[in-house]
């Protein structure tokens, strides 16, 4: 029987499909997603994944070291419950907890938990990442632009990360072998 750590953080930038693989690890191998907790406003796709809180909130939050990680990112904050993740792990069954972060949250993980698995997930061509952005109908111009603007940015942030690197590309035909790649690093196939 393989087993697992029971930590994985799934790094790259947005648009890339790290929340899509994340699910399919939920739906098919009993992983777990926490509650992230942000300060920018709902958003139609959000799902029940998201807890909003004021400004003030979250850093009563971080000064209280409620967050087991944290960044800004564009305007507003995005971090996961230290509980929530402890909970979700020390828990029986669906005890593996899958991470959707920015490489400083990356960071903080590593700092706190040093077993988590990190793979990154990259564009096979940054050009994409664009349209993909777009075509999500769930965000203002604007802010897809900033979000592209971070790119390369992004990329040597994920890059200088010591992890395992998978290379998404955007057509359908490779969703699978994304996801196989992912799965390979996890459970070492």
Known sequence: M?????IVCLVGPSGV???????RL???????????????QPRSDDGTHY???????FMDMIHCGELLEWDRYTSYYYGTSAKSVYD?????????????????????????????????????????LFDRLKSRNSQSFEEIQVRTNLLEHYL????????????????PDSWDSTFQAIERIIFRL
């Open 51 to 57: 807890r909003y809180v004021s400004e003030s909130s």
């Open 156 to 171: 040597n942030e994920v890059n200088s990360l010591q992890c395992e690197k998978v290379y998404a590309s955007f057509s």
């Open 2 to 6: 393989r087993t697992t750590r029971r």
């Open 26 to 40: 939920v739906d098919k191998h009993c992983f777990r997603s926490p509650v992230v907790i942000t300060t920018r």
């Open 17 to 23: 499909g790290k929340t899509s693989y994340a699910k």
């Open 88 to 128: 979700i792990a020390d828990s029986g069954g669906c005890n593996r907890v899958v991470l959707d972060l920015t490489p400083n949250g990356c960071i903080k993980v590593i700092a706190a938990e040093p077993s988590a698995i990190v793979i990154a997930i990259l564009p096979d061509d940054a050009a994409w």
